[in-house]
């Protein structure tokens, strides 16, 4: 039996600058579009399934501003900005982070996953992105929409800083999600099923739908530091509104470079001692 460091090459060899992750991803993505072509009608079923759960959620939304114009000091057209935040993220996950945890997993149960670590490229881009559901990017659209019809709502047009500080936000989102993801997925080294760690951060992730503010104050502390859904779907929003400062800016960036750093570290762990079944 090998261990992984005898087929695990180093990042660097063949060139894994920007460019060429960026021409990967162009692959995967074209080569997972080819795939799904053949059933296009799961594009529309992916359509409807996102306007369905989005309405669902704008229901629950409506349910709590129906006796009052602000819950946890958000009105109800700047409450949409959150759970449109919320809807973008879920497509990222149902199209990008779910399909490669699924792949992964069953890789190392059945001993495949050496035909990851031989590829010229570093194992952990290769694992987290190689695999696309392409027709569930339609909940990126649905939740850019309902951003934008809260904006429209609100009759605001933000202003140029609040723009580069909610790019900031949202980069730092994305970074922390993918961290959790991959945290998340590295488990599976030494778990057979990790579907129950999978949805309980599902069920911590649902109260992303609503500001962090209308939680209890040890619930913001959890969902802000612990498990920092709030840099996910209530901090983007603030920042659009103007309400987010550079100083929570700056404690995002640390937040993701630490989770970022972590995550890495422990796949990177995982992987050398990962021994092939197959070997």
């Known amino acids: 039996m090998k261990a992984a460091g005898e087929y695990h090459r180093p990042p660097h060899r063949g060139g894994t600058g920007f460019s060429k992750s960026v021409r990967l991803v162009g692959i995967f993505f074209k080569n997972s579009l080819l795939v799904e072509m053949e059933y296009r009608a799961n594009f529309a079923a992916s359509v409807l399934m996102s306007v369905f759960w989005t309405a669902f959620a704008l ?20 409450a949409l900005l959150v759970v449109g935040f919320y809807t973008l993220f879920n497509g990222l996950i149902e199209a990008v982070l779910q399909p490669n945890l699924v792949r992964v997993v069953e890789q190392v149960r059945l001993g495949t996953f050496d035909f990851v670590l031989v590829k010229p490229v570093n194992s952990q881009f290769m694992a987290t992105f190689r695999n696309l559901a392409v027709w569930r990017l339609a909940d990126v659209l649905v939740g850019i929409a309902v951003c934008l019809y809260g904006l429209v709502g609100l009759r605001l047009v933000p202003r140029a800083p609040d723009v580069a500080l909610f790019a900031l936000f949202l980069l730092n989102g994305s970074v922390i999600l993918y961290s959790i ?4 997925m590295t488990t599976c080294f030494w778990f057979v099923r990790i579907d129950n760690i999978t949805e309980l951060f599902l069920a911590v992730y649902e109260t992303g739908r609503f500001p962090v503010t209308v939680y209890p104050e040890w619930m913001r ?15 983007p929003a603030a920042a659009v509104l103007g309400r987010a400062g550079w100083l929570l800016a700056f404690v995002s960036t640390v937040i993701a470079a630490v989770f970022f750093g972590l995550s890495a570290w422990l796949w990177r762990y995982a992987v050398r001692h990962y021994s092939s079944a197959s070997s």
Do not use: C, K, N
């Open 59 to 78: 229901l629950g939304l409506q349910i709590f501003f129906h006796h009052r114009d602000f819950v946890g000091g958000w009105s109800y057209h700047e």
């Open 181 to 184: 993801w991959l945290a998340m």
């Open 221 to 235: 502390g959890l969902l802000t530091f612990v498990v920092p859904v709030a840099f996910i779907t209530t901090f």
